[in-house]
């Protein structure tokens, strides 16, 4: 059984940076592929960052591309996702996602249903 646990999420004013962490324990995660989430109150829970398991390549949305930046130490089963200028809209609570990975997920890497470890959540408030 593997376990996902976030940290480094809190309260923040709009142009602040956080730097979220996923630590991995029961297993290691170093061959799976590694997403961000994250889910506003009243809306579906919506794909932000991942990583492939050798670190080559990585994916965004769109509305966090030039602010966000995924990365992972396999040495440390960690994954972190670096957010600078925060804005209000980026207000949620962040889920890390593990993925076993296949030829699907590189087509199909923002969908949850990839993913089959997952954390418990950090929220993330952005104050204007």
């Known amino acids: 059984q593997g376990q996902l646990v976030e940290s480094g999420g809190g309260l923040v004013q709009a142009g602040d940076s956080l730097r979220l962490s996923c630590a991995a324990s029961?297993?290691?995660?170093?061959?799976?592929?590694m997403g961000w989430f994250r889910q506003a109150p009243g809306k579906e829970r919506e794909f932000v960052a991942a990583?492939?398991?050798?670190?080559?390549?990585?994916y965004y949305v769109d509305s966090v591309k030039g602010r966000f930046t995924i990365s992972r130490d396999n040495a440390k089963n960690t994954v972190y996702l670096q957010m600078n200028s925060l804005k209000p809209e980026d207000t949620a609570v962040y889920y890390c996602?593990?993925?076993?990975?296949?030829?699907?997920?590189?087509?199909?890497?923002?969908?949850?249903?990839?993913?089959?470890?997952w954390g418990q959540g950090t929220q993330v408030t952005v104050s204007s």
């Open positions: 996602a593990a993925a076993p990975g296949d030829a699907a997920w590189y087509r199909y890497y923002n969908s949850p249903s990839q993913y089959n470890y």
């Open positions: 029961g297993r290691t995660f170093r061959n799976y592929y």
């Open positions: 990583i492939t398991w050798n670190d080559i390549s990585t």
